[in-house]
Each structure stands twice: as structure tokens, then as C-alpha cells.
């Protein structure tokens, strides 16, 4: 299976927009689109929150009538087209986002549980249009000269107002290592003190400035737990916009098994598959869901060392605080 293909089945991947980057600074080709009577309307509150239908079945996006009865003079973000039908971004305030919601019989949802229940199209998008918002909110003032910035090229670039500097600005993505180490038919995890019990994961860490992503995978092994790779490849990735990542999954492998944790972490082990099909089975082991590439990640190691299928294992999402309902009014 290529890296493709695998990406692609990481939550938030699968988004199979053609975002048309060369038409975002034509004005007359954008206004167009967000007249189009199939044209859709995703909208989020200022928190993050997406408007999502009252049966958690999907998004509710706006049409064409809605988003002009409802919000006429709110300028849209250019997200893409898919499927004859254009889509674009709404960013409201809360007060706002409390009355379309009332009046369409709608609720917001957040983005974790968005990844975990609705289709990937829907989840995908909304990583897409909050990671966008997420940089607009923060992205107000030049970060050279310190004047107001505009937001153009249909929300995709911000430009100093200043017109003795006018430098550009453009989307932050934090790119950051995910990795799972193996040593013979064992694999590396590791905990956070801040976890609650029985909790592991994969290790992870950001990529520094001049570093590759195979010099990250190092590192930050060895910084986290003390242990030595020795070679490292590329698995997939996947978009993370908490707030603003993108996460470089990998498969390692080290010769020498020793373990010293270090400050990051409280506690890494090597875990043997009976370690994992013993442990889910009895809950003395909670792993992360699918809504991270590190449960993909476990679920690859664990297909190639002992041909298990982790689904088989896991029947719920544990790692996640409980909550009585996905649908948020507030």
C-alpha cells in the first residue's frame, strides 16, 4: 500500500477538494462561486465550532438563500470546489452563531468528535476551515512593522496595510514527527504525566528549524525515552489543525532496547503484541482512536508483526472524556 493511500485513510485527510489557489486572487471569479446557487456555506462560530445538523449525521452548510437572508454582508473564505458545488468559509460571533443555530434547528459540534462521527468529507473539511480561521483570528497585525494586516486573495493570504512595507503573510503549519519504534516484534510507547491511567501513544515531536524529518525522529526519541534509531521511513500524514500541525507519521526501528526516560515523558515501555491484546482485553492498556495517525501507526505495526487486526481489539474510544451529547448549543 503506498504512503497515499494510507494518508488518505488518516482522519481529516480525506478532503478531495480542487482548491483552484491560481483563481484565489481574481475578485470578479470568487464572487461568482459565492453566488452560484450550489453553492455551500460551512460556518463556524469564533470558538471553532462547527453548525452541524441536529442529528450529528453531517454539516449544515448554508445554501446560497440561507447564508444571504442570514449573513449578507459577512465576506467568505474561498475553501474549494467538490462534486459541481463550490464551498466556502463563515466565521461568526457567537451571538450570531447562538441565532442562525436556533433558527435552522442546528448545534455545533467540536473538531475531535467531528473526527470521529462524521463522513470523512464532512471532517475533513471542517479541519480545513478551522486551521484557515484559526490563522486569520491570530493574523491581525504585521509582524514586522506592527500595522493592521487585510486579508486577500479570499482569505487565503494577509497583506500590511503599511505601504512602506506591505509584506505578505500566509498560513502557519507546524510540521511535527509521530513514530513507532520497533525493537524485534516489540514496539515503543510511551505516557504523559498529565494522562489519565493506562494511557499510551506513540512518541511524537515538532521539527526544528535545519533539522530533516528522519534527523526529528531521532531526536526526539532519544530526548523522550533515551533510545537510539537506527533507520526511520515515511508512513503517512495527516492534517492536525490543534491548532495548526501537520503530523509526519513514521515506522523505526532501534538495535538496542535500553530505556531513559526523559523530562517529557513519566513513563515509556516496549510492548510485546501479547502486551496489546492482553492489556486492551482487560482495559490495563488504553490506546489512542482513529482519530490520531498514532492508532494508525499501532494498527500498521501490529498487521506486519502478527497479522492482528487492532479494530478487533478496540470497541470503543476510551482515550475520550465521556459526554452525553456531541450536539453543543453553547
Known amino acids: ?20 489557489a491560481d483563481n484565489r486572487d481574481n475578485a470578479d471569479w470568487i464572487a461568482q462561486r459565492s ?20 442529528d450529528n449525521l453531517g454539516l449544515l452548510h ?39 443555530a436556533a433558527e435552522l434547528g442546528a448545534g455545533f459540534i467540536d473538531l475531535r468528535n467531528a473526527g470521529l462521527h462524521l463522513p470523512a468529507l464532512d471532517a475533513g473539511l471542517f479541519a480545513y ?4 480561521a484559526h490563522w486569520q483570528s491570530r493574523t491581525r497585525f504585521c509582524s514586522f ?6 486579508l486577500v486573495s479570499a482569505g487565503h493570504r494577509a497583506k500590511c496595510t503599511n505601504p512602506q512595507c506591505g509584506i505578505e503573510h500566509f498560513p502557519r503549519t507546524d510540521p511535527a514527527i509521530i513514530v513507532i519504534v520497533s525493537n524485534g516484534e516489540r514496539c515503543l510507547l510511551g505516557r504523559q504525566a498529565s494522562w489519565a491511567p493506562n494511557r499510551f501513544s506513540t512518541l511524537a515531536g515538532f521539527v526544528e528549524p535545519g533539522e530533516t524529518l528522519e534527523d526529528t525522529v531521532r531526536r526526539e526519541v532519544f530526548e523522550e525515552a533515551g533510545v ?3 533507520d526511520s521511513d515515511y508512513h503517512s ?11 509526519l507519521g513514521f515506522t523505526a526501528r532501534a538495535d538496542d532496547p535500553t530505556i531513559n526516560v526523559g523530562p517529557e515523558l513519566s513513563e515509556a515501555r516496549w510492548f510485546s503484541v501479547d502486551d496489546i491484546v492482553t492489556g486492551l482485553r482487560t482495559r490495563e492498556l488504553v490506546l489512542p482512536p482513529p482519530l490520531s495517525v498514532s492508532h494508525r501507526l499501532i494498527e500498521y505495526w501490529l498487521k506486519n508483526t502478527a497479522d492482528i487486526e487492532l479494530s478487533t481489539l478496540m470497541h470503543d474510544v476510551p482515550w475520550l472524556a465521556p459526554r452525553s451529547t456531541l450536539l453543543q448549543s453553547s
Open 1 to 20: 500500500m503506498s504512503a497515499h493511500i494510507r494518508s488518505r485513510a488518516n482522519t481529516f485527510a480525506a478532503v478531495p477538494l480542487e482548491r483552484w
Open 35 to 54: 453566488a452560484h446557487v450550489a453553492t455551500r456555506f460551512l460556518l463556524l462560530r469564533a470558538d471553532g465550532h462547527a453548525l452541524v445538523r441536529s
Open 62 to 100: 448554508l445554501d446560497i438563500q440561507q447564508r444571504q437572508r442570514l449573513l449578507p454582508d459577512l465576506p467568505p473564505t474561498y475553501l474549494g470546489a467538490h462534486a459541481d458545488a463550490e464551498h466556502f468559509l463563515l466565521v461568526v460571533e457567537s451571538l450570531d452563531a447562538e441565532r442562525i
Open 129 to 132: 476551515a478551522r486551521a484557515l
Open 145 to 150: 512593522c506592527g500595522a493592521p494586516v487585510q
Open 228 to 230: 537510539c534509531v537506527v
Open 237 to 247: 500524514s495527516q492534517p492536525w489543525p490543534f491548532p495548526a500541525s501537520i503530523m
